[in-house]
C-alpha cells in the first residue's frame, strides 16, 4: 500500500515572507520552535555590545554572565515545568524568600552552620509549599494563576509579619552560606586581582539536567505536556492529575527554594521584600524560551537562552550607554516581540490547514 | 462468530429525558456494527456506558458471559474495549511517536521513558494498520485523516478487542474515507469488533456488516446493508421520509448577477475561478476536500485574498481587507464547523442570533439593552423553527439542527443578498437537513443569491440550480437542468480519484 497522506504532508509552497520567517525561526515545531531566532538576537547583542566595548569580549564576562544569571536559571527551570502543563505559578518568588528565611532561621535556631543542612531545609519548604499549590488547585479545580498570586500574598503577609522590622544581615547569618555566596571552583587573574566560576555552576548544572530529565525522560513528564497540549485528552487517557500536579508544583517549589538560597546567599541579607516584583525577568525568560502560556510547549535549552537574553540585557545595558533603568523596557519589548513572532508563526501554520482561530 | 458484547435492556434516565429506554444489542468478535440514530436518539448514552463514564439505571452489560451492571472507566479499559470520540483526543503538541505510544508511556509501572521503544511501538501499531505516518513529525501539523490514523494506532497499542468510534466521518475529506475504510477491514481481520456511532452511515455500507437504528432512546432495530438504502435508514433514524427529489427554485436567467467572479486566482489553491451568481439563484460547488472549494469561499468573505481576478457585486467591483467589510456589502458565510467558527455555546441563543447587529440593537444614546436582542431572536427563532422553549437557553442546550439554525438566523439577522454555507447540514439530523434546505429556498425565493459548498450530492442535486465541479483548484465541470444528477456527479468524482 502507498504511504498514507504522503501528498498532503508537506506545508504549501508559502509566500516568501513566510518561508523567509520559517527559515528565521526554524522550522521545528512544538518543541525547538524560535530556538535559532533566539540565538540569533543573542548574538547580535553580543556583537552590538562588544562593538561599543570590545572588553566585553572576554572569559570574564562570561563568568560574570553565569554568577548573576545562575540562581535566576533554576528558578525559571521550575516554572517552565508548570508552563509545560498548561499553569503558571507567580509564587515562586515569594516561596523562594520564604525558603530561605526558615532555612536561615533554623539554622541559627539550632546552631547548625552547614550548607548541607540549609540546602535539605530550604527545598524541603520550597516543595511543601509547591506541593499545597498543586493540591488547591487539583482540589477546587482553580485557576493557577489565581491559586499562586494568593499564596504568593499569603507568604508575603507572613513574611512581613515575622521578619518585616528585622530582616537577616550579613552579621547574623551562618558562614557557611555566606561562604556559599562567594565560594569558586576555579580561578583566573584578571587585571590586578582574580576572577573566578561561581559554585553557583554546580546548582544550575543539576537543576538543568534534572529538568531535561523530569520532562523529556519520565512518563510524568510526557504527561505534562500531553495535559498542556489537550487536558481533556489528558484525563480520558488516564493521566493522574493529582500525582501530575503534585510532582510539577513541588519540582517548581524545590527549585525556588533552592534559588532563595542561593540569592541571600550572594546578596548577604534575608528581606522580604529583596526579591519581589522580579517575576517578570523570570516569566519573560521562560516565554522568549519558547513555552507557550497555553502548555505543551517549552524546552530547558530555551529557558537557558531566553535568561541569557535576560541576564544580558540586565548586566550590558549600561555598556551601551543607556541607564539601567531601561532594564524593564527591553525586556517587556522582547517578550512582546518573541511571543508575536511564535504566535504569527502558529498562524501561518493554522491558514495553512485554513484554520482563522487565531487570526 | 463469539459474541463479545451484549447490552441488557439498558435505561438511561436524566432529568426531563428517557436518554435509553430497554436498549438490547450485541456485537461479535470480528463484527463491524453501526449504531445509527439522529441527534438526541441516545447514541452518546449508550456510548459513554459501554465506555463507563455513565452508569445506566437498569439493565445489564454482557462481555463474553461476565455480567455487569454498570461499568467503571478502568472496567472498559481493562477489558479491551477502545473508544475514539469526535474529538479524536490526541495532543496536538506531541510527536506522531508518541501519540500512538501514549498508553504505553504512561503504564503503571513505568517512571521512565524510551523513545527507541516508543518509536518501535508506534511503527508496529501503523504496521498493523497498513498506514504509514512520519514518526517524528508535529501531530498537530498533520492533516485530520492523519490524526485519525494516529488515534486508531493508539487504541491498537492496548490489547484492544472492541474499538467504539464515535463519528468518524464527519470531519473526514472522502479520499481519507477510504483509508478509514481500509483500516477497519484490517481490524476485522484481526478479530477485533468495531462498532461505529453516527449518523452520517452512507459512507459505512461499504464495510457494516449490521446496522442497528435507535431512535428516541429505543432500538428500532438490526439491519443488514443489503436490506437497507440511504432513503430506508434516514427514514428508520427520523421517522419522517426523506424525499430526495429535484426541488430547484426558479429564478430569472436574464437577470443582471448579484455577483460576479472573474479570473479569480491565488497560488497554491485555486486558479482561474469564473461565474456569475444571479438573484434568486442557488450555486453549488462539489469536489474533494482540498480540491479549492472552501478556499474559493473564504476569499469571497474577505479571508484569503486572491492573488489576481476580480470581484464584482452589481456590476461594481469590491475588494474586501476583511469578513466584516464582506458582511457590510451583503456578503456572509456560513462556515462549516459551527462548534469553533459559529456558536457561542455557553451564551444564550439571543445573544447568539443578535451578535451579529449590534448595530440595530443601540438605543438612541448609542447604548445597547437586553430588549432589542430578544425582539430579534425570538422573530428569527419563529422564522428558522428553532426547537427551544426559550431564547434564554444556552445555544449548547440545543441538538445540533438547532444550533445550526441559530448560527444561521445569526448571519440572515444581517439581511444579507448573498450567502455562501460551507456544507450546512454536516453533523445533523435527517429532519433538520430538510428544514435547512427548505431555509435554503426560502432565501432564493426572496431573491438572494445562495452558494452551497457539500459533500452530499444528494444535498446539491435537490437544492441547486448549477453545480460546479472544483477539481485541483480549477472549475472541472458545470451541471445544472437534467445533467444535474446524483449519478453523473458521483461518476466524475470518482473519476477525479
Redesign the interface.
Known amino acids: 500500500?502507498e504511504?498514507?497522506?504522503e501528498e498532503?504532508?508537506e506545508p504549501?509552497?508559502?509566500?516568501w515572507r513566510s518561508r523567509l520567517l520559517a527559515q528565521l525561526t526554524g522550522r521545528g515545531?512544538?518543541?525547538g520552535g524560535g530556538i535559532s531566532l533566539l540565538a540569533g538576537l543573542i548574538l547580535i547583542y553580543v556583537v552590538m555590545v562588544a562593538l561599543r566595548s570590545p572588553d566585553f569580549l572576554s572569559l570574564a564576562s562570561l563568568l560574570d554572565l553565569i554568577r548573576s544569571g545562575a540562581a535566576w536559571t533554576v528558578v525559571a527551570l521550575g516554572v517552565l515545568v508548570v508552563m509545560v502543563s498548561g499553569g503558571i505559578d507567580v509564587s515562586f518568588l515569594a516561596n523562594a524568600i520564604l525558603s530561605a528565611y526558615v532555612a536561615t532561621a533554623l539554622s541559627r535556631w539550632f546552631g547548625i552552620d552547614s550548607l548541607t543542612f540549609a540546602l535539605v531545609v530550604a527545598i524541603g519548604v520550597g516543595a511543601l509549599v509547591g506541593a499545597v499549590n498543586g493540591l488547591i488547585i487539583y482540589l477546587f479545580s482553580l485557576p493557577t494563576l489565581i491559586t499562586t498570586l494568593a499564596m504568593q500574598g499569603v507568604i508575603q503577609g507572613v513574611l512581613m509579619v515575622f521578619l518585616g522590622a528585622q530582616p537577616i544581615t550579613a552579621s547574623r547569618m551562618p558562614i557557611s552560606l555566606r561562604n556559599f555566596g562567594t565560594d569558586v571552583l576555579f580561578e583566573v587573574p584578571l587585571g590586578p586581582g582574580y576572577i573566578g566560576l561561581t559554585v553557583f555552576v554546580i546548582p544550575l548544572v543539576i537543576a538543568a539536567i534534572s529538568t531535561w530529565l523530569l520532562l523529556?525522560?519520565?512518563?510524568?513528564?510526557?504527561?505534562t505536556?500531553?495535559l498542556?497540549?489537550?487536558p481533556?485528552?489528558?484525563l480520558?487517557?488516564?493521566?493522574n492529575l493529582l500525582k501530575v500536579n503534585l510532582v510539577i508544583y513541588s519540582y517548581a517549589g524545590a527549585l525556588a527554594g533552592l534559588m532563595g538560597l542561593m540569592m541571600v546567599s550572594d546578596i548577604r541579607l534575608v528581606d522580604p521584600v529583596t526579591l519581589v516584583g522580579n517575576e517578570l525577568f523570570v516569566l519573560a525568560a521562560v516565554v522568549i524560551g519558547g513555552a507557550k502560556l497555553t502548555g505543551?510547549?517549552g524546552s530547558v535549552t530555551g529557558v537557558l537562552l531566553g535568561m541569557t537574553l535576560v541576564t544580558l540585557l540586565n548586566n550590558t545595558l549600561v555598556t551601551i550607554g543607556l541607564s539601567a533603568s531601561w532594564n524593564r523596557f527591553f525586556i517587556g519589548f522582547a517578550l512582546v516581540f518573541i511571543a508575536s513572532i511564535s504566535h504569527y508563526r502558529a498562524k501561518l501554520?493554522n491558514?495553512r490547514?485554513?484554520n482563522?482561530?487565531n487570526? | 462468530m463469539a459474541e463479545l458484547l451484549r447490552l441488557e435492556g439498558l435505561s438511561k434516565r436524566y432529568i426531563g429525558t428517557q436518554a435509553l429506554d430497554g436498549v438490547d444489542l450485541a456485537i461479535a468478535a470480528g463484527e463491524v456494527l453501526c449504531l445509527a440514530g439522529a441527534n438526541g436518539s441516545g447514541k452518546s448514552t449508550l456510548m459513554k456506558c459501554i465506555a463507563g463514564a455513565e452508569a445506566p439505571d437498569s439493565g445489564k452489560i454482557i462481555w463474553e458471559g461476565r455480567a455487569f451492571n454498570r461499568l467503571k472507566?478502568?472496567d472498559s479499559?481493562r477489558l479491551g474495549i477502545e473508544i475514539i470520540?469526535q474529538?479524536?483526543?490526541?495532543?496536538?503538541?506531541?510527536s506522531v511517536a508518541?501519540n500512538i505510544a501514549?498508553?504505553v508511556?504512561?503504564?503503571r509501572h513505568?517512571?521512565?521513558?524510551d523513545w527507541g521503544a516508543v518509536r518501535k511501538v508506534a511503527a508496529e501499531a501503523l504496521r498493523e494498520l497498513?498506514?504509514?505516518?512520519?514518526l517524528d513529525?508535529?501531530l498537530?501539523?498533520?492533516?485530520i485523516?492523519?490524526r485519525q490514523?494516529a488515534a486508531i494506532a493508539r487504541a491498537l497499542t492496548q490489547d484492544c478487542r472492541l474499538l467504539v468510534m464515535d463519528e468518524p466521518t464527519t470531519a473526514l475529506p472522502s479520499r481519507?474515507v477510504a483509508?478509514l475504510l481500509?483500516m477497519v477491514r484490517r481490524l476485522k481481520m484481526k478479530g477485533i469488533a468495531v462498532l461505529f456511532v453516527s449518523h452520517k452511515l452512507d459512507e459505512l455500507f461499504a464495510v457494516a456488516d449490521r446496522f442497528a437504528v435507535l431512535r428516541d432512546g429505543r432500538k428500532i432495530g438490526d439491519y443488514a446493508p443489503a436490506e437497507l438504502t440511504i432513503e430506508r435508514l434516514g427514514l428508520l433514524m427520523t421517522g419522517i421520509a426523506v424525499k430526495g427529489e429535484k426541488a430547484p427554485v426558479e429564478f430569472d436567467v436574464t437577470a443582471k448577477p448579484l455577483l460576479s467572479v472573474e479570473g479569480l486566482s491565488r497560488?497554491?489553491?485555486y486558479h482561474d475561478i469564473s461565474f456569475a451568481l444571479r438573484p434568486g439563484e442557488i450555486i453549488g460547488f462539489a469536489g474533494l476536500t482540498?480540491a479549492g472549494r472552501?478556499?474559493i469561499a473564504?476569499s469571497l468573505f474577505g479571508?484569503?485574498p486572491p492573488d489576481a481576478g476580480r470581484l464584482a457585486l452589481d456590476g461594481r467591483e469590491v475588494r474586501f481587507g476583511s469578513p466584516l467589510e464582506a458582511v457590510k456589502a451583503g456578503i456572509v458565510l456560513v462556515s462549516e464547523d459551527r462548534h469553533?467558527?459559529g456558536l457561542f455555546a455557553r451564551r444564550a441563543i439571543r445573544t447568539n442570533i443578535a451578535s451579529s447587529v449590534y448595530e440595530r440593537q443601540k438605543d438612541r444614546f448609542g447604548l445597547v439593552f437586553g430588549g432589542a436582542e430578544r425582539r430579534i431572536a425570538e422573530r428569527w427563532v419563529e422564522r428558522v423553527r428553532v426547537k427551544t422553549p426559550s431564547v434564554d437557553e444556552p445555544a449548547q442546550s440545543l441538538s445540533g439542527g438547532n444550533q445550526q439554525k441559530v448560527v444561521l438566523a445569526k448571519w440572515l439577522a444581517t439581511d444579507p443578498r448573498i450567502l455562501i454555507l460551507d456544507n450546512p447540514t454536516v453533523g445533523i439530523d435527517v429532519g433538520s437537513k430538510m428544514e435547512i434546505h427548505d431555509i435554503m429556498r426560502e432565501l432564493a425565493r426572496q431573491g438572494r443569491g445562495v452558494i452551497v459548498i457539500s459533500d452530499d450530492l444528494d444535498e446539491l442535486v435537490i437544492s441547486c440550480n448549477r453545480v460546479f465541479l472544483i477539481e485541483a483548484g480549477a472549475i472541472a465541470g458545470e451541471f445544472s437542468g437534467p445533467d444535474l444528477t446524483v449519478e453523473r456527479l458521483s461518476g466524475r468524482l470518482r473519476q477525479v480519484v
Not at chain 1, 480520558?236 to 493521566?239: A, D, I, K, L
Open positions: 500500500m504511504p498514507m497522506h498532503s504532508l504549501n509552497a508559502a509566500g515545531g512544538g518543541r523529556n525522560r519520565t512518563a510524568i513528564g510526557r504527561a505536556y500531553a498542556g497540549s489537550n481533556t485528552a489528558a480520558r487517557c488516564g493521566v505543551g510547549a501554520r491558514l490547514q485554513l482563522f482561530d487570526i | 472507566p478502568a479499559m470520540y474529538d479524536l483526543s490526541v495532543f496536538s503538541d506531541l508518541e501514549f498508553h508511556i504512561q503504564a513505568r517512571a521512565w521513558v497498513g498506514a504509514s505516518l512520519p513529525a508535529r498537530g501539523d498533520l492533516p485523516g492523519a490514523t481519507d483509508r481500509d497560488g497554491g489553491q482540498g472552501t478556499e473564504l479571508l484569503n469553533s467558527q
